[in-house]
């Protein structure tokens, strides 16, 4: 088991809901000093020492840029996975600043390596967060996102993987579909702008704008 030593000043400034639950620990057993090990249940070791690590640097390395690996490395595995942990951590013991950073990191790990959410990611992240938040989005998107690249028939040979993957959670499964419905309204839209010789028209009532996934980048 890995431990840390934290100043009870750090702690209270930096995790004050931990200095709290510290606190509590120590009111209701008298025999718990302040100095006395306490255990964290429900966050990985290194999943733990990257909130340190951010709290005491403001930074979140990302070991992939690090090691000049490519999307297809194998090393890519998990990757996303130990950023999904972080940021349950972060909501878990009330870090705002934590989770925008970590969304950020993640947008930025997409951009040199590809992410395919696995079912146990999708059910990890939409069971633990709150709903519509930042990171059921970018998981939402990346899932629209590879279903509309796939070939037809690279698709066809991977219905069944598919299947799994969209009905592996009862609201990823709904804000899928409504995102890749939104997709489909936007590709026709510019399939008949195109069609008349009118420059194609990329704003949706508002409802629907907000939710717009742009997938030019
Ligand atoms: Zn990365």
Redesign the pocket.
């Known amino acids: 088991m890995e431990s840390w030593h934290l100043g009870e000043v750090f702690l209270r400034n930096r995790i004050p809901s931990l200095a709290t639950k510290i606190k509590e620990l120590c009111q209701e057993d008298p025999d718990h000093n302040l100095d006395d090990p306490v255990t964290l249940r429900g966050v990985e070791p290194q999943v733990f020492a990257l909130g340190l690590d951010w709290l005491l640097t403001g930074k979140l390395g990302?070991?992939?840029?690090r090691s000049g690996d490519n999307a297809a490395n194998e090393s890519n595995i998990g990757?996303f996975a130990t950023w999904c942990a972080l940021y349950v951590f972060a909501e878990d013991y009330e870090l705002p600043d934590l989770s925008n950073a970590t969304i950020e990191?993640i947008k930025?790990?997409l951009s040199?390596?590809e992410w395919s959410p696995s079912t146990s990611e999708i059910k990890y992240v939409f069971k633990k967060t709150k709903e519509d938040c930042p990171l059921q989005k970018v998981v939402t998107k990346e899932v629209t996102k590879r279903f509309i690249r796939q070939s037809l028939p690279d698709f066809q040979e991977q219905v069944e993987e598919w299947t799994k993957v969209l009905s592996c959670h009862p609201e990823f499964h709904a804000k899928t579909i409504n995102s890749l419905k939104i997709q489909f309204a936007l590709t026709s839209r510019r399939l008949g702008a195109q069609r008349r010789g009118q420059p194609p028209k990329n704003r949706l009532p508002q409802d629907l704008s907000n939710e717009v996934i742009d997938l030019t980048g």
Not at 62 to 65: A, D, K, T, Y
């Open positions: 990302c070991s992939l840029l990757h990191r930025n790990c040199h390596a």
